[in-house]
Nanobody, 118 residues
Framework: QEQLVESGGGLAQPGGSLRLSCTAS??????????MSWYRQAPGLKRELVAK????????NYPLSVQGPFTISRDNANNTVYLQMNKLNPEETAVYFC?????????WGKGIQVTVSS
């Protein structure tokens, strides 16, 4: 059964950094055949796309929704995708979700809390 598990969240100070990880399992072919993305959802707001890394190796950030310099990357050998978040801002406090797209199907992790506060 396909599964995505996020880790690495928690509390960060304004201006600080966190690295989120998402490990996939159960996908035939591993994440190399998947487009992987990170989304986030703050309280009272809709879930929004933060960054996407296509199966062709193209990394795309969406700077209008991201205030700090974020970088998405993947390690196909370990079936893991990362989101490096630097210069975090309190407005980026949210639950962050890992997403995988294979063919026409969407898969989601359960999400992980990121809180930016002093």
């Amino acid at each position: 059964q396909e599964q995505l598990v996020e880790s690495g969240g928690g509390l960060a100070q304004p201006g600080g950094s966190l690295r989120l990880s998402c490990t996939a399992s159960g996908f035939t072919g591993g994440i190399s055949v998947l487009t992987m993305s990170w989304y986030r959802q703050a309280p009272g707001l809709k879930r929004e796309l933060v960054a996407k890394h296509t199966k062709f190796g193209h990394a795309v950030n969406y700077p209008l929704s991201v205030q700090g310099p974020f970088t998405i990357s993947r390690d196909n050998a370990n079936n893991t995708v990362y989101l490096q978040m630097n210069k975090l801002n309190p407005e980026e406090t949210a639950v962050y979700f890992c997403n995988a797209i294979k063919d026409d199907s969407n898969y989601w992790g359960k999400g992980i809390q990121v809180t930016v506060s002093s």
